[in-house]
Nanobody, 115 residues
C-alpha cells in the first residue's frame, strides 16, 4: 500500500527548530512534487510550502524566511525545516505528494511551540 508517513513533530520553545519528514513507501514512483500544509484548531488550513517537479519552491508569507522545503530522491522523502518557530506556528502539519500521477496525503504530525 502506498502511503506517506510524517514524523519529526513535537514540543519546542519559541525560537527553536524542528525538521519534519514525509517518507513515501510502497510505491515504485518517486515524489514528483509536493508540499506541506498546516491546520490549527479553529483556523483554516494553510498551505505553507510547495516544491514542484523542477525543484522550485514557494512559501506562505507567514513562514517565508523561516521554513525550507526539500526532498531526498534517494530516500523518497520530503522535508520541512522550520527555524525561529513562533507560538502561532502551532498546528498539525500534513504533507502531500504527487507520485506516479496520484496525490497522496499523510496523517499529520503535531507541532507545538511554547512561548
Amino acid at each position: 500500500q502506498v502511503q506517506l508517513v510524517e514524523s519529526g513533530g513535537g514540543l519546542v520553545q519559541a525560537g527553536g527548530s524542528l525538521r519534519l519528514s514525509c517518507a513515501a513507501s510502497g510505491s515504485i514512483f518517486s515524489i514528483d512534487a509536493g508540499g506541506w500544509y498546516r491546520q490549527a484548531p479553529g483556523k483554516q488550513r494553510e498551505l505553507v510550502a510547495t516544491l514542484n517537479s523542477g525543484g522550485s519552491t514557494d512559501y506562505a508569507d507567514s513562514v517565508k524566511g523561516r521554513i525550507s522545503i526539500s526532498r531526498d530522491n534517494a530516500k523518497n522523502t520530503m522535508y520541512l525545516q522550520m527555524n525561529s518557530l513562533k507560538p502561532e506556528d502551532t498546528a498539525v502539519y500534513y504533507c502531500h505528494a504527487i507520485m506516479g500521477g496520484r496525490v497522496l496525503r499523510g496523517q499529520g504530525t503535531q507541532v507545538t511551540v511554547s512561548s
